[in-house]
């Protein structure tokens, strides 16, 4: 399949964070914990702040706190 459209600013599109929010839902992390997550772990205010570098290691975290290579700051 097609990967969504780059943002020209380095951060992750529209369609990317759309995606992020639809992982956290499905995996039953809060809006606030995944916003705590991003700024304490990431130094991320807002998903659409979120680096395309670190998109992908953000996603795995959330849909696999366990084996991923990141971990919950609280």
Known sequence: HN???LSADGFISEAQGKRLWAISKKVGM???DLKAYLLMKHKI???KEIPRAKYNLI???IENPKDAK???PF
């Open 3 to 5: 990967a969504p459209p």
């Open 45 to 47: 205010k807002s998903i």
């Open 70 to 72: 990141d971990e919950l």
């Open 30 to 32: 809060s809006e606030s």
């Open 59 to 61: 996603c795995d975290f």
